[in-house]
T-cell receptor, first 110, second 115 residues
Framework: DQQVKQNSPSLSVQEGRISILNCDYT??????FLWYKKYPAEGPTFLIS?????DKNEDGRFTVFLNKSAKHLSLHIVPSQPGDSAVYFC?????????FGKGTRLHILP | EAQVTQNPRYLITVTGKKLTVTCSQN?????MSWYRQDPGLGLRQIYY???????DKGDVPEGYKVSRKEKRNFPLILESPSPNQTSLYFC??????????????FGAGTRLSVL
């Protein structure tokens, strides 16, 4: 049973435009949600997180939105830059456990 | 420099030959964890440790062992590797019990092939 779902394996966005990456979850008991970014041949790096009691968190070009009623979160990157090309993992935590989605590969086009 | 170091980075072995992948962090983190990444499956947690001598199973612990005798080290042991354990492995650490409130630092990964 996949508790954290990233239904888009890949996404292509023009440089300078907004990138929107989506994530759905099934367990309403998750208390925190995170986004990680991964470049080839490197480990994932933390990007941004949001508590389940909030609906928005912003950090520079990155904003995460949480819609608890829809069990959906999204990561907005504005404006998109070439260095944003990477795989993005959505993750959710409850107690000591963390569950990752399968990832979405973002391509920023020149 | 704060880092999580995994060794080796690449390993090819044969079925049944015991191996250990080492993980070390220099940030005095309490929490450490192992993940495997497989195509189409994302990152899945194998084992984690909240502190020295405290370990617990993640989502896919079968075929793996871990130990946490010292705070900085968290080796992953495959007693009898099988081809379905061919994967990319990541070690990570975090400074606090509340994972989501703290950044997890990941190592660069170990690519394991079991023939």
């Amino acid at each position: 049973d996949q508790q954290v779902k990233q239904n888009s394996p890949s996404l292509s966005v023009q440089e300078g435009r907004i990138s929107i990456l989506n994530c759905d979850y099934t367990n309403s008991m998750f208390d925190y949600f995170l986004w990680y970014k991964k470049y080839p041949a490197e480990g994932p790096t933390f990007l941004i997180s949001i508590s389940s009691i909030k609906d928005k968190n912003e950090d520079g070009r990155f904003t995460v939105f949480l819609n608890k009623s829809a069990k959906h979160l999204s990561l907005h990157i504005v404006p998109s830059q070439p260095g944003d090309s990477a795989v993005y993992f959505c993750a959710a935590t409850r107690d000591d456990k963390i569950i990752f989605g399968k990832g979405t590969r973002l391509h920023i086009l020149p | 420099e704060a880092q999580v170091t995994q060794n080796p980075r690449y390993l090819i072995t044969v079925t049944g030959k015991k191996l250990t992948v080492t993980c070390s962090q220099n940030m005095n983190h309490e929490y450490m964890s192992w993940y495997r990444q497989d195509p189409g499956l994302g990152l899945r947690q194998i084992y984690y440790s909240m502190n020295v001598e405290v370990t617990d199973k993640g989502d896919v612990p079968e075929g793996y062992k871990v130990s946490r005798k010292e705070k900085r080290n968290f080796p992953l042991i495959l007693e009898s590797p099988s081809p379905n354990q061919t994967s990319l492995y990541f070690c990570a650490s975090s400074s606090d019990r509340a994972l989501a409130k703290n950044i997890q630092y990941f190592g660069a990964g170990t690519r394991l092939s079991v023939l």
